[in-house]
Structures are given as structure tokens and as C-alpha cells.
């Protein structure tokens, strides 16, 4: 499996865009590059997932970098629901293996 | 569809005691997984089944550890005896292929909070 590396946390200010980055350096060739987040009691969600451009949908941006080895994503207007802790995870022929991903506070 | 379905949402024993956790999944979804959530260990997978078979589980931590899925709509996890240290939130979750070069969206439930004391 692909070893990540994101950021403990991150805070942001409502209304701004936050960028949440990751590496995943020793990802395969054939790996998706997936998002999930954990609202606070929840369990985790599926946000967005691509494998080598960028990807856009109602929840969020994906950008990936042209070598692969790091995404973003991309909350355009961060808002308190938003407050989550957010997890990337390269997935091939195995299930999604999370670390222990980023916590994002929002900041009203 | 009402999500997966995990029962029950907390649950409260005591040292030694066996424990059921039971996980409905999404009707229509080949796969199953169980994970564990602590702390200090983060998101951990413990077992995932397709199409009822468990295909790997080399994350279940000890022996105490069970899991069965006897139908494509039901799947328990045992923990027998019951420890401390068992204490975590447990989460079931879907998917219709679970893993490979496609998107293979996983829907977790809510969770069982376990607590043993």
C-alpha cells in the first residue's frame, strides 16, 4: 500500500477556500487517489476520488500533481459543517488502508 | 436505501463478557468490511468479506476475534472474552467492488461505540 503524509491539522476561516494536501510518494501506477472525511460521530464519507487530472464535484476540487507523488483537495468556501477530519488514501487492488489524516477546524 | 446498519450504536460490558456486533449492508454491495477505531491506532481495517467469504483477515488482533457473514445482508463481529483494551469504536462499511483500479466507494455506518470495563 501507498504510505501518505498529511498535515495533523489545519484551520481555516469560514467562507475562505482551504487546501488540504497529501503526499503519497510511493503510489502505484494504476492507484486512485481517494478522499474520505469523518464528521465528528460519523463514520467516514466519500468526498472525491481521481486518478490523474483534476476532478471536480458538488463536494470539493481534486487536484493531482502531474508525477502523482501529492494531491490537494480543494474546499472552496469552507463552511463549520465542513469540520471534519480528512483522510487520502491511494487505492488499487486493495481495500482503502486510512492513516490518520488531517483535522480541519473552521473557524466562524 | 437506509445506509448500512450497524446495531447496537453503544454498548457497555464488562471484562470477560462476549460481545456481538451486528452490520447490515447496503442491498446490492459485494463487500463488507469491519474497522476499528481508536486513538491511538486511528482507522483500522480487521476483516472484509465478498460475496459473503472472508477474503482477509489479517487485521483481526487476536484469536478473542470472530467474524461471519452468514447471508449478503447480514455479518456479526465477536469479541469473546471481552477486554479493555477492546474498547473502540467499530465500524461496518460497503461497497459494491471493494478495491481495484476503479472507484470503489466504501459507505460506513454509524458505528458501535464499545466499551468494556
Known amino acids: 500500500d501507498a504510505k501518505t503524509t498529511q498535515p495533523n491539522s489545519m484551520e481555516s476561516n469560514e467562507e475562505e477556500p482551504v487546501h488540504l494536501p497529501c503526499n503519497h510518494s510511493?503510489?502505484?501506477?494504476?492507484?486512485?487517489i481517494h478522499w474520505y472525511r469523518q464528521l465528528p460521530s460519523q463514520g467516514p464519507e466519500y468526498v472525491i476520488h481521481?486518478?490523474?487530472s483534476n476532478v471536480n464535484n458538488r463536494m470539493a476540487s481534486l487536484a493531482i500533481a502531474e508525477d502523482r507523488k501529492s494531491s490537494t483537495l480543494i474546499l472552496h468556501r469552507a463552511t463549520l459543517r465542513d469540520a471534519a477530519v480528512y483522510y487520502c488514501?491511494?487505492?488499487?487492488?486493495?481495500?482503502?488502508?486510512f492513516g490518520k489524516g488531517t483535522r480541519l477546524s473552521v473557524i466562524a | 436505501d437506509a445506509g448500512v446498519i450497524q446495531s447496537p450504536r453503544h454498548e457497555v460490558t464488562e471484562m470477560g463478557q462476549e460481545v456481538t456486533l451486528r452490520c447490515k449492508p447496503i442491498?446490492?454491495?459485494?463487500?463488507l468490511f469491519w474497522y476499528r477505531q481508536t486513538m491511538m491506532r486511528g482507522l483500522e481495517l480487521l476483516i472484509y468479506?465478498?460475496?459473503?467469504?472472508?477474503?482477509?483477515d489479517s487485521g483481526m488482533p487476536e484469536d478473542r476475534f470472530s467474524a461471519k457473514m452468514p447471508n449478503a445482508s447480514f455479518s456479526t463481529l465477536k469479541i469473546q472474552p471481552s477486554e479493555p483494551r477492546d474498547s473502540a469504536v467499530y465500524f461496518c462499511?460497503?461497497?459494491?467492488?471493494?478495491?481495484?483500479?476503479?472507484?470503489?466507494?466504501?459507505?460506513f455506518g454509524p458505528g458501535t461505540r464499545l466499551t468494556v470495563l
Open positions: 462499511a460497503s461497497s459494491l467492488k471493494g478495491g481495484g483500479p476503479s472507484t470503489d466507494t466504501q459507505y
Open positions: 510511493t503510489i502505484s501506477g494504476t492507484d486512485y
Open positions: 481521481g486518478l490523474t
Open positions: 488514501t491511494p487505492s488499487g487492488n486493495t481495500p482503502l488502508v
Open positions: 442491498s446490492g454491495h459485494d463487500y
Open positions: 468479506f465478498n460475496n459473503n467469504v472472508p477474503i482477509d
